[in-house]
């Protein structure tokens, strides 16, 4: 059960069994590529089928039939137009318009936490009660972003685990997104998600640094899918990795803006994702490595400047001084003591107000950088060119097989 958390297709499986898993389910198996088999517990488990939220918990078993309740992987179904009367439908609404309100910008009640937050309610639906039917739809309808987050959390307080994992497709990858900045997930891996950093509150936002989920937390789309790869005017949460892209057969494929949005249109190799090598890409970046050199150059020239300008001025303030003294009436002190003194505040070399055996480093060690980067961007591009030639000479062959 090793390093289940850094599969692709852990998450595939769980993503596409999120649509199919049920209030009665104790477990989920998932079958590897290897042929090894990995049971998950159902730890926790909720529908709302009054605004569509499908989602659970579930921890790996080992094969000795123990729960490994230090890791909790929260799986997020996304949206299913034939299920709970296409409610699903609003929420995606909702993400869309992300950006004029709703969501986490208002944080749930109490009254909210206790009603949604309640474990052993797994199921929230038009046949389980009149209160149930009243609270979410007449008197205060919950979105799911928020309902996802009252039940994460509280799955979440109640098993304590070490390690957390976020999962879903679609709807359900753009829950997991949100929920894993919201509860500092451990990682995340969606596929064909939308982007809801806008359902995050604002002060979340404005203290948001990406680094610390660029790499962690993924998002799998293709540029065939509209749904996937567009921001929607905000910044995105985690890394967007294109994957092999769908082919396009026919002209209604091309008119498609959603072709490469299904779970079914992921190709993988072995436990992961089969990446698109993009060579235009390729080279866009290797150029910019390239270009950012100037950098090096400028904070090269900036300190030659530096240390050109301290030696000038330090000449300047000895010249002024000892013609003052020169041309004065000073009985105590000559011109040679300024000489002296300027010679004694020297770190260095007369005039070097500063470590120059420092500063030599310091510009030897820009001048590698600057070597090294231009070095990698020169065999990135050279990377490229070779792919860009595979690819044909393969497209040539292939060629020759269908005459």
Do not use: W
């Not at 921001?231 to 949460?237: K, V």
């Not at 003194?341 to 470590?355: A, G, H, I, R, T």
């Amino acid at each position: 059960m090793r390093g289940l958390y850094n599969k692709d297709f852990t998450y595939k499986k769980l993503a596409e069994e999120s649509y199919e898993i049920n209030s009665k389910q104790k477990k989920v198996t998932i079958k590897y590529p290897n042929k090894e088999e990995v049971d998950f517990k159902v730890v926790g488990f909720r529908q709302n089928k009054f605004n569509g939220l499908k989602m659970a918990g579930v921890s790996p078993i080992d094969k000795d039939g123990n729960v490994n309740k230090d890791k909790l992987y929260m799986v997020y179904a996304g949206t299913n137009v034939t299920e709970d009367f296409g409610s699903d439908i609003v929420e995606d609404g909702k993400i869309a318009g992300a950006k004029f309100g709703g969501g986490l910008r208002t944080l749930p009640t109490k009254k909210e936490e206790e009603i949604y937050g309640d474990l052993n309610k797994k199921v929230i639906g038009y046949d389980t009660g009149v209160t149930d039917f009243s609270q979410n739809v007449i008197s205060d309808p919950i979105s799911q972003s928020k309902e996802s987050y009252i039940f994460t959390g509280a799955l979440i307080n109640k098993q304590k685990p070490k390690h957390i994992y976020g999962d879903g497709h679609s709807l359900g990858g753009g829950l997991a997104l949100m929920n894993g900045v919201m509860y500092n997930f451990d990682g995340v891996r969606v596929f064909s998600a939308p982007n809801t950093f806008d359902l995050l509150p604002d002060d979340v936002k404005a203290k948001y640094h990406a680094e610390k989920y660029d790499g962690k937390f993924i998002n799998y789309v293709h540029r065939s899918d509209m749904i996937g790869s567009s921001d929607l005017f905000a910044e995105r949460i985690g890394t967007q990795i294109y994957g092999k892209d769908v082919e396009h057969h026919s002209v209604l494929d091309f008119l498609n803006p959603i072709l490469g949005h299904g779970m079914d249109t992921f190709d993988f190799k072995g436990d992961n994702v089969h990446i698109k090598m993009d060579t235009e890409e390729i080279g866009r970046i290797a150029k910019q490595l390239k270009n950012s050199c100037h950098f090096v150059d400028g904070a090269i020239k900036s300190y030659q400047a530096y240390m050109d300008d301290t030696k000038a001025a330090a000449k300047r303030i000895e010249r002024k001084y000892t013609e003052k003294i020169r041309t004065g009436h000073y009985k105590h002190i000559k011109p040679s003591d300024i000489e002296d003194y300027m010679e004694e505040l020297s770190v260095s070399k007369k005039y070097e107000f500063y470590d120059s055996t420092s500063f030599d480093n310091v510009m030897r060690d820009l001048h590698r950088i600057q070597k090294n980067i231009e070095s990698f961007a020169d065999k990135l591009m050279h990377a490229a060119e070779k792919m860009e030639s595979r690819d044909k000479d393969l497209g040539e062959l292939y060629k020759i097989f269908e005459e």
